[in-house]
């Protein structure tokens, strides 16, 4: 075998990585599992019109999946979403304790 053939089965590895980990930072809610998927939706978009100008015009196909990934990423809500998810939560005080079995306690009247 070639030894680019190496070299780009390992490019492609390192890009299947990439893909696998910006899709589960987002999922816990990072914004760097956004940026990730961003940036690797816009190299695949270049790669995918480089190739479709230069040899197989069909190749606008493939682009769908990564267009989505990127449009989707790249919408404000997703941003929000991220927030949304790493605000602190407030602090839940604890209820009051309950009243002993029998006559609830009688507070003075004025």
């Known amino acids: 075998m070639p030894d680019f053939l190496f070299g780009l ?3 492609g590895g ?4 990439l893909w696998l980990l910006g899709a589960i930072l987002l999922f816990r809610r990072s914004p760097a599992g956004r940026v990730i998927l961003i940036i690797m939706s816009s190299l695949s978009l270049a790669g995918i019109g480089i190739s479709a100008a230069t040899s197989n015009p069909a190749g606008f196909v493939l682009a769908i999946v990564p267009l989505t ?11 929000r979403w991220i927030a949304a998810g790493r605000a602190p939560h407030l602090p839940q005080y604890p209820y009051p304790p309950a009243p002993a ?6 507070y003075p009247h004025y």
Do not use: D, E, H, K
Not at 101 to 106: H, N, R, V
């Open 14 to 17: 390192i890009a299947a990585f």
């Open 69 to 79: 990934i990127l449009i989707l990423a790249s919408l404000s809500s997703t941003g």
């Open 101 to 106: 079995y029998g006559q609830p306690p009688q």
């Open 9 to 11: 089965v390992a490019l």
